[in-house]
């Protein structure tokens, strides 16, 4: 998949997270896990380097995980406790492998990922709609397009604003031309003064 690295980079500092933590995350090229802070965002798990205290070393992502085409499962048999992995249908030799600290964090975000894609919502909405049909007997986009026709808008959704109209201020009167006025002593009535 291609995608625009720079807006992805932006993307991954600007966003607000559905999720987000500290993993431990063992990449399909690497043999041992290291300390990653991950990013939920939709179906895009971005990865980051942490510091020694666990949190963002680098506000750019390492990486990105688009959550398509995988299924995400616990690993219970691996060399470390709370594990479960992503694996992709078309590259299923390739795990990315993830470890939390506890049963709790592995079950929630194993259950968050499996909602993150976008075969998931797909799924779920069409689960909803046959719900539907099996309640109503309609389609759902027929009842929207009925409803709309049966009701004609009367007013629109956006309130027109009119500005206000009035006619231009006057012009101001001409300043009157002030003369400088001379000041009250001169010199000469200095000089006449008795300093003694």
């Known amino acids: 998949m291609r995608f625009n690295e720079r807006e992805m980079r932006y993307f991954a500092k600007t966003m607000s997270t559905d999720k987000e933590g500290r993993l431990g995350h063992k990449h399909p090229k690497e043999s041992v896990y290291k300390d990653r802070w991950m990013k939920l965002k939709n179906n895009l798990l971005f990865y980051f380097r942490t510091n020694e205290h666990g949190n963002i070393l680098d506000s750019d992502a390492l990486g990105v995980i688009i959550l398509e085409r995988c299924q995400i499962r616990p690993e219970p048999a691996t060399d ?39 075969e998931t919502l797909k799924s779920r909405i069409s689960r909803l709609q ?37 006619a231009p201020p006057p012009p101001l ?11 009250k002593s001169s010199i000469d009535d200095l000089l ?4 003694t």
């Open 130 to 166: 046959e719900k539907y049909r099996q309640k109503t007997s309609r389609e759902p986009r027929q009842l929207v397009l009925t409803k709309a026709r049966q009701q004609p808008r009367r007013y629109s959704p956006v309130p027109t604003i009119v500005p206000h109209r009035t």
């Open 80 to 118: 470390v406790p709370f594990a479960f992995s992503v694996v992709f249908e078309d590259e299923s030799d390739r795990k990315h492998y993830f470890s939390t600290t506890t049963e709790r964090q592995c079950e929630e975000w194993v259950r968050i990922l499996k909602q993150a894609s976008s």
């Open 173 to 183: 009167p001409p300043r009157p031309v002030v003369e400088p006025q001379q000041p």
């Open 192 to 195: 006449l003064i008795d300093w």
